[in-house]
């Protein structure tokens, strides 16, 4: 167990609808990273905030957006869904994130959305 | 544009064997090179890094080999065993105001009891 919660583990909808996941870090952790998985690619980071601030951007598409709260927990919102969108998302954590010394991600279990 | 890349999908040995997972990229300022390993219905959990100033690293039965001039990354299980079973994927780390990690696609590795 990395101390990494998301919620919910699977999430089935149809084209066009919109959803949010969610992401709760490891206590202490003060940055958040989403990232997708689809079918046979590697983990494509989409994008990272740092307590409560956007901190980077990846391949993220306009019709998705993050946010992480005081309390530091992250939901990431993805609309106007499309049947490509259909993939795992995982959510990470680590202490810092933007440091030069080895900060490591922990990883959640991830969120596997079905588009239909 | 894949700056990571990780050619065989696959990878079976036999227990006791050595496993040797083969990692390739394609920007020279990457600074840090990690090794994820990933279970069925899991995240995936750190394994093993390296720095780009280094040449290997070594943890236990994990040792992991940089060769700058080639681009190229390894990492060595010995010996294996079957709980080593999993996806393993390298990440590589590149700095433009802020660091990014970039992941490849994932070797599937198989041990045989």
């Known amino acids: 167990d990395s101390g990494v919660t998301q919620t919910p583990k699977h999430l089935i909808t149809a084209t066009g609808q919109r959803v949010t996941l969610r992401c709760s870090p490891r206590?202490?952790?003060?940055?958040v990273y989403w990232y997708q998985q689809s079918l046979d690619q590697g983990l494509q980071f989409l994008i990272q905030?740092?307590?409560?601030?956007?901190?980077a951007k990846g391949n993220i598409l306009e019709r998705f957006s993050a946010q992480q709260f005081p309390d530091l927990h992250s939901e990431l919102n993805l609309s106007s869904l499309e049947l490509g969108d259909s993939a795992l998302y995982f959510c990470?954590?680590?202490?810092?994130?933007?440091?030069?010394?080895?900060?490591?991600?922990?990883f959640g279990p991830g969120t596997r959305l079905t588009v239909l | 544009d894949q700056q990571v890349k990780q050619n065989s999908p696959s990878l079976s040995v036999q227990e006791g064997r050595i496993s040797i997972l083969n990692c390739d990229y394609t920007?020279?300022?990457?600074?840090?090179f990690l090794w994820y390993k990933k279970y069925p219905a899991e995240g995936p959990t750190f394994l093993i890094s390296i720095s780009s100033i280094k040449d290997k690293n070594e943890d236990g039965r994990f040792t992991v080999f940089l060769n700058k001039s080639a681009k190229h990354l390894s990492l060595h299980i010995v010996p294996s065993q079957p709980g080593d079973s999993a996806v393993y994927f390298c990440a590589a780390r590149s700095f433009s105001g802020t660091y990014k990690y970039i992941f490849g696609t994932g070797t599937r590795l198989k041990v045989l009891a």
């Open positions: 920007n020279s300022m990457f600074d840090y």
């Open positions: 905030y740092y307590n409560g601030e956007e901190r």
């Open positions: 206590s202490g952790d003060l940055s």
């Open positions: 990470a954590s680590s202490v810092v994130g933007n440091s030069g010394s080895t900060d490591t991600q922990y």
